[in-house]
């Protein structure tokens, strides 16, 4: 079964202001020159062995070096690496997931569809309208 790994691209001394944080997994900083080195590193510190079919996930400080580290591992023959650009769009992308999967709306390998009006979606607009309607009641018991 694929792992899900965390990489900041950014340099060790960006990385010493804080990585994101996510509960795919913990995020392991590795500078985007030296991304070949993906599988060595997380065999030193995590102790994990990395296989082409992990589930990678990129970021940096504006999206520039995380979308060179995705085209150079997918040069190396990784084939499920996604780069979710810089700082602030990664915060709100992990942040979505996080909670996406706390509500049971989040599904791996889910393609984008195009509705009737041509907007583009997931096909799971009606399980979230669930998942928040179902929320909005728990609040709502709280507020009792």
């Given at each position: 079964?694929?792992?899900?790994?965390?990489v900041d691209?950014r340099?060790?001394?960006?990385?010493s202001t804080g990585?994101?944080?996510?509960?795919i997994a913990?995020t392991?900083?590795?500078?985007?020159?030296?991304?070949d080195?993906l599988a060595?590193?997380y065999?030193?510190?995590?102790?994990?062995?990395?296989?082409?079919?992990?589930?990678?996930?990129?970021y940096?400080?504006?999206?520039?070096?995380?979308?060179?580290?995705?085209?150079?591992?997918?040069?190396?023959?990784y084939?499920?690496?996604?780069?979710?650009?810089g700082?602030?769009?990664?915060?709100?992308?992990?942040?979505?997931e996080?909670?996406?999967?706390?509500?049971?709306?989040?599904e791996?390998g889910?393609?984008?569809?195009?509705?009737?009006?041509?907007?583009?979606?997931?096909?799971?607009?009606g399980?979230?309208?669930?998942?928040l309607?179902?929320?909005l009641k728990?609040?709502?018991?709280?507020?009792?």
């Open positions: 079964m694929p792992q899900h790994l965390l691209v340099s060790p001394a960006e990385f990585p994101l944080v996510s509960d913990p392991v900083n590795i500078e985007y020159t030296a991304i080195a060595d590193v065999a030193q510190q995590q102790q994990v062995t990395v296989s082409r079919d992990d589930h990678i996930t990129l940096c400080r504006s999206g520039r070096r995380s979308g060179i580290a995705k085209r150079r591992l997918e040069e190396l023959g084939t499920c690496v996604r780069d979710i650009g700082l602030e769009e990664a915060r709100r992308v992990l942040d979505r996080t909670v996406g999967r706390q509500l049971g709306l989040e791996e889910r393609e984008e569809t195009v509705g009737e009006k041509g907007e583009k979606g997931d096909g799971r607009k399980v979230r309208k669930e998942g309607e179902r929320l728990g609040l709502e018991a709280c507020e009792e």
